[in-house]
């Protein structure tokens, strides 16, 4: 558990990179917001989340794996990880904030993320 990373992971890192890449600035891990949103766009209204299947429970092969052992302990820690994800976002939505999120998933393939970045990016850039 000591070596699970809640910041500054590979799928976080790569998402920085093609987001700073394409022009775009943000501040990390917004410690005045609900859930501190790994991105803060202030200027735009937005914040992204980059999750982590596993621990998320993403609908996902990522995602469905079951540890073998202290199985119950494992299940309520990710049940409670999606629920505190879910009040976050409706925290932040309620603020007036525009919430996104990306998953691990999403970032290993480098063609679908980077068009996955593409999309996003065009909503970050649409008027609210």
């Known amino acids: 558990m000591s070596r699970v990373r809640g910041r500054d992971t590979k799928p976080e890192m790569l998402v920085r990179r093609l987001l700073h890449a394409a022009g775009l600035r943000y501040r990390l891990h917004g410690k005045h ?3 501190k ?9 937005a914040v992204i989340f980059v999750h982590g299947c596993f621990w998320h429970m993403h609908r996902c092969q990522l995602g469905k794996p079951v540890p073998a052992t202290n199985k119950e302990f494992w299940a309520e820690k990710r049940r409670g990880n999606a629920l505190r994800d879910k009040r976050h976002r409706a925290a932040l939505k309620k603020a007036g904030w525009r919430v996104f999120e990306i998953w691990e998933c999403e970032t290993r393939d480098a ?4 068009k996955r970045i593409g999309r996003l990016i065009a909503e970050l850039n649409t008027p609210v």
Do not use: I
């Open 37 to 45: 949103p790994d991105l803060v766009f202030a200027g735009l209204g």
């Open 33 to 35: 917001l609900p859930g």
């Open 111 to 114: 063609a679908k993320l980077q």
